[in-house]
Each structure stands twice: as C-alpha cells, then as structure tokens.
C-alpha cells in the first residue's frame, strides 16, 4: 500500500518519473490542480535536490503554476543549469591534470550520473565534484589539488595534527575548495566508512562517460555503479528524494532481467538487502512497477523498519525537517544502518564507529595516547547534543 502523500509531495513525485511522456505531463497536471502550497513545495523541492527535476516538470504545463512561483523555479533551474556547466569543465580539466600525474582517478554522481540517468548535464542538482583515488595515492592526490587551487575545508584546516591523524582513520574523504572560484571537491580514498560494507573493483571496472562530443569523464561501471548509489542511499537513510530519483531514471528503460542482473551484481558486492530496499522505495514513493520477485525480503520486519524509517526521513510523516533536527532521527538511522548487511564484522564495525565519532574528536581535544578515552566521552557529548537538538526543534 503507497504511503499518503501530501498534495505537494504528490506534485513532486509526479515530476520525478522520469522519462518525459505525455502520460508523464497529464500526471503532472492534474497534481497541480489541486490543493497546493506552492511555497512549501519549492521549500521541499529545494530540501531534496530536485529543483531541476520538478522545473523541468511543471515547465510541461500552463495556468495550474502561480506565476511568481514558475519565475522562481525558473530562476533557480538556469543558476543550476549554470553552476553544473561549470562543475562539469571543472571535472574535466581535474581529470585532465590527475591523468597527467599518472594518478588513477573516477567520479562519483555528479554529471557523469546526469547525464547516465537524464541525458543532461543540467537537471540533477550537484553542489561539489566526488572523486575517488586509490588510498595510497591520496596524499599525492591532496597535494595535486591543492597546486590548483584548492585549500582544506573539512575537516577544518586548523585542527591538529594529533586531530587529522584521528579523523583520517574515521573517514573516507577529505573536502576541498578553491580560493578563487568556490568550487568544492570531495576527495574520496574510500566508498564507504564501514570496509566490510561492500566489495567493488573500483579500478578495473570504471566507464566513461560523454558530456559532450570528445569530452568524457570516468565513472563507475553500471553494476558497480547501481551498487554504490542503493548503497549510499540506505546508508544515508534515503533522507533525500534525489538519490531516489536517480535510481528511478536508470531503472525507467531497464527491462526486469536487467535489473534482475543489476540486483544480483549488487548481492555479490554485499548490498543486496540495500538494493532490495532501493527497489522497495522506488515502488513506494516512485509508484514504479518493480517486480515482487526481486524484492523477496520485502516482507521481513528488518526490511519493514528499515522501509519506514526511510519514508519518515524523506518527510513523508515528519514534515520537511531535516533528520539531524528530528528527535533521535540520527540514532534511528544509524540502527536502521546495523541491518544493512548481516555479516557480522559489518555489524562490528558499525558498533565501533558509534562509540566515537568526529563531533567528539573536533569537540574534546585529546593527545594521541588517550584517544581511548573517547568511547567513555560519547555518551555524554552525545546527550548534551540531543539536548541542543531538541531545544532547537522547539523553536
């Protein structure tokens, strides 16, 4: 049974089906047709990164979209269109300088997965360039970007030593901007936080992938890729409709062998229940038309939680807030996280990584001999901010 939407989130899934059709337009009509708050939907639209998207579908219909709110849309669709060009060259002329210093180097999203999910640059709404090198590669491929131009934002330059020697144990990136241009870039040496989360030949398998005639980017192969995208998804609790979105759009033309194939790949890497959720939600939210045999632990209660919770972060049941402001809306997510794979060195490592965290690190400073005291520090750091959370939900 499909969740009860609102009339704006009814509206913006509508947009989100991709490819366009006349089907597509008539739906989009007639969900524009009734009772809508146009104000929370371009609030929502622009909560879940699809800005691009829901223009582009009410840019198929006339008198239903006030006035005011289309120029908005329209207004902030062509500073997207604008600011994914420039990504896009940026992303271009990095590969460009990563294949001159011999250094292996792939993207992640950004507008490689535009162009594989929408054909277009332009519609999928990106802030930053993701890209991934080999881990032992990553302090040659820090020091590349940083001689064009780029300068250490997160974690803050400023910390110490002692800290980054910490952190960088704790984390699979390091995020980068230029001082002239802003750009951001997220230097990955790693997927995933969690090394038994999932298995991928990331340098042997990659594809690219063309923006345009004679210029391409790299990316992840279409399996790996599908396995990364249902990963991260689940990992970050579909907390926005984006992810889901660009699930949808690979999927559209795929015939139900393929993604039977694209399924088991994902299986083999150590996310199958991650796709099955993925698929789940793309019925779900998408309406999509998915198959009940490549779903066959849609029904188990790890699945039916992990379904729910992801339907409240989306703010299907909680409104458009944001899960970190949501009582205990990251606790729920880093449970819902445990059930993600059953192998229990994955689970292990995921009990480890909430006795500590970077917010205590970056809060209490410690020398490197007593970092085991951070376990002890969790649980009071992590009240204390519960505590702030909760008084800021309330105002």
Known sequence: MPPAFSPEFRLI????????????TEAIHRAASG????????HLAQRHRVIGL?????GQIGTPVPTEIKLLFDERSRALVLLNLSLSAEAVRLLHLFESAGLPVAFLKGSSLSMLAYGNVGLRQSEDIDIIVP?????????LLQRAGYDLYEPPPQISPTQLKLLRSMRKDFAYICHETKMKVELHWGLF????????????????????????LRTLSDEDLFA?????GSLHWWNRLQWLADIGALLSTASPERIDGLCTAAAARGVGRPASLALLLCRDVLLMNIPERLTPDGNTLAMKWMRRTSLSAMGISTGHRERAVIPLGTTRGSLSA??????WRYRLTELR???TCQEDILTVRLPYPLRVLYPFLRLPLWLWRQTLRLAQSTH
């Open 13 to 24: 899934i509508e947009c989100l089906k991709w490819p366009p059709s006349d089907r597509r």
């Open 35 to 42: 009772s809508i708050d146009w104000s929370h939907l371009l």
């Open 54 to 58: 829901v223009a582009n579908g009410l």
């Open 135 to 143: 881990p032992k590669r990553f302090a040659q491929a820090s020091t």
């Open 193 to 216: 936080l969690n090394p038994h989360f999932m298995t991928m030949p990331v340098w042997t398998a990659c594809r690219e992938v063309e923006l345009s005639p004679g210029i391409e």
């Open 228 to 232: 990364f995208l249902c990963a991260h």
């Open 338 to 343: 445990l059930l993600l794979r059953k192998d």
């Open 353 to 355: 990584g909430l006795v």
